[in-house]
């Protein structure tokens, strides 16, 4: 498989019109431009001292997005070796610090992690039912005011 390289622009934050590179592979989507604005503008746009867990991170946009606005960290989750490569370059030509990768599936990170965030971005394959599976484990993971955004189909 030839592996192609797309981009898309954080819009907004410290890094606001960089580019984030992500490999062309089967069910990697990343969440489109103006579903980020409406995202962040429902979040207050600052995320100044939050802490955030992108599971399923894919292009690894919306946590990068995050530490762009301010978020104090983000713990990002992807299993395709492909994709967590490519997260890890976004990374290093960031120089984002403050992003935690972790190569391994979403759902044993929720079950042997106990760390709490005040934000949970989730975004899993269109191609299952996540929602059982997630749910009940991601309460477990929130601050008390805590937000999760789950994109399905």
Known sequence: ???????VKIIGGQWKRKNVSFVDTPGLRPTPIRVRETLFNWLDQDLTGKVCLDLFSGSGVIGFESL???ASSV???EKSP??????QENKKLLQAEKAQLHFMDALVFLQKNNAK?????????FNESWEDKLFPQLANHLTKDGLIYFESE
């Not at 498989?1 to 981009?7: A, D, E, S, T």
């Not at 492909?82 to 997260?87: E, G, N, P, Y």
């Not at 965030?117 to 394959?125: A, E, G, L, N, V």
């Open 1 to 7: 498989m030839k592996i192609l390289r797309n981009q």
């Open 117 to 125: 965030f005040d934000i949970i971005f989730c975004d899993p394959p």
């Open 75 to 77: 713990v990002m989750i």
């Open 82 to 87: 492909q994709v967590f490569k490519m997260i």
């Open 68 to 70: 762009s606005r301010g």
